[in-house]
């Protein structure tokens, strides 16, 4: 059973930066595809970037474009999701996911608090 722990939440100020981390217990391949979602309070859960393990193919949401940046490290088998030029508007508990293919998030973690004041 695969894990996932996001990690590298936190206060930020707007103009500011943050960079999350998403660590798989295990190496394998139910996890070709990985993804960033978010979810603010009162609002649905959106989509902010994917990327492959095989190729690093790099997918990004509208708001994300431009000031986030999606990575992976093979050798820890850890995503990363660089945040810059935040905006409170990017308030939301961030939940990593990974799945064998795109659209298919077969585990979750536990998600991880990013607060940007204005």
């Known amino acids: 059973q695969v894990q996932l722990v996001e990690s590298g939440g936190g206060l930020a100020q707007a103009g500011g930066s943050l960079r999350l981390s998403c660590a798989a217990s295990?190496?394998?391949?139910?996890?070709?595809?990985s993804a960033w979602f978010r979810q603010a309070s009162g609002k649905e859960r959106e989509f902010v970037a994917a990327?492959?393990?095989?190729?690093?193919?790099?997918y990004y949401a509208d708001s994300a474009k431009d000031r986030f940046t999606i990575s992976r490290d093979l050798a820890k088998n850890t995503v990363y999701l660089q945040m810059n030029s935040l905006k409170p508007e990017d308030t939301a508990v961030y939940f990593c996911?990974?799945?064998?293919?795109?659209?298919?998030?077969?585990?979750w973690g536990q998600g991880t608090q990013v607060t940007v004041s204005s």
């Open positions: 295990v190496r394998t391949n139910s996890c070709n595809y």
């Open positions: 996911a990974c799945g064998p293919q795109r659209g298919q998030h077969d585990y």
């Open positions: 990327i492959t393990k095989s190729t690093g193919t790099k």
